[in-house]
C-alpha cells in the first residue's frame, strides 16, 4: 500500500520569506499523481498544486512550487513570498491511477509571522 | 474545476440518531467520493460512491453504517447511521471530472454527535 509521510507537524516562517514544506511517499508505481492541498479554518480543501510522474519539470502555481525527485520519492513544497493568508494545514497526497484512490500524509501546520 | 457544495454544513446530534450529508455538484461528474478528518486528523477513505450502483468502501468502513447513495453523475449523499461520539469529524465529499485526475472538495460537513 502507498504511504505518504510529512515530518513536519508544524513550521513558522517570517511574511515575505521563503518556506519548503517536505513530503515522501512509497509506492512500487511508476505512474501516479502526486498533489498539494491546503486547508485553512475555514476547512475548505484547496487544491494547490499538481504534479504528474512522468513530466521531469517541477510544477509551478504563482508563488508555490515543487522539488519532485522520483527515485528518492520526495516531493516537497516551496512557498515564495509568504503572505497573511497562506497560514493553513497543508497536505500532501498521492495519487492511484489503479484504484483512484487518495492517500493523505499527515499534514503541516504552517504559521505565518507578520 | 467543478463547483460543489455540501449540506448540512454543520450539525448536532444526539447518539443513536442518523445524518444524511448531501453533496451537489454543478456539473456531471465521473468519480465521486467521500472521506472523513477526525479532529486533528488527516483524511480518511471511506468510499467511492458509484452511480448505479454500490458503493466501493474502503477497509474499516461498512455498508450498514455509512450506507451511500449516488443516483446521478452530479449528486451522492452518505448517512452516518447510529451515531455515537466517535463519529464526531468532518465529513467531506471530494469529484473527479474523470478518472485519474485531480479530485476537488466539497466544503465538508462538521458534525458533532452529543
Known amino acids: 500500500a502507498q504511504t505518504v509521510t510529512q515530518s513536519q507537524p508544524e513550521m513558522s516562517v517570517q511574511e515575505a520569506e521563503t518556506v519548503t514544506l517536505s513530503c515522501t511517499y512509497d509506492?512500487?508505481?511508476?505512474?501516479?499523481?502526486l498533489f498539494w492541498y491546503k486547508q485553512p479554518p475555514s476547512r475548505q480543501m484547496i487544491l494547490v498544486i499538481r504534479?504528474?510522474?512522468?513530466?521531469?519539470q517541477n510544477a509551478t502555481e504563482n508563488r508555490f512550487s515543487v522539488n519532485f525527485q522520483k527515485a528518492a520519492k520526495s516531493f516537497s513544497l516551496k512557498i515564495s513570498d509568504s503572505q497573511l493568508g497562506d497560514a493553513a494545514m497543508y497536505f500532501c497526497a498521492y495519487l492511484d491511477f489503479g484504484n483512484e484512490k487518495l492517500t493523505f500524509g499527515t499534514g503541516t501546520r504552517l504559521t505565518i509571522i507578520p | 474545476s467543478a463547483v460543489i457544495s455540501q449540506k448540512p454544513s454543520r450539525d448536532i446530534c444526539q447518539r443513536g440518531t442518523s445524518l444524511t450529508i448531501q453533496c451537489q455538484v454543478d456539473s456531471q461528474v465521473t468519480m465521486m467520493f467521500w472521506y472523513r478528518q477526525q479532529p486533528g486528523q488527516s483524511l480518511t477513505l471511506i468510499a467511492t460512491a458509484n452511480q448505479g450502483s454500490e458503493a466501493t468502501y474502503e477497509s474499516g468502513f461498512v455498508i450498514d453504517k455509512f450506507p451511500i447513495s449516488r443516483p446521478n453523475l452530479t449528486f451522492s449523499t452518505l448517512t452516518v447511521s447510529n451515531m455515537s461520539p466517535e463519529d464526531s469529524s468532518i465529513y467531506l465529499c471530494s469529484v473527479a471530472i474523470r478518472r485519474g485526475e485531480t479530485q476537488y472538495f466539497g466544503p465538508g460537513t462538521r458534525l458533532l454527535v452529543l
Open positions: 509506492t512500487s508505481e511508476s505512474d501516479y499523481y
Open positions: 504534479q504528474e510522474a512522468y513530466k521531469q
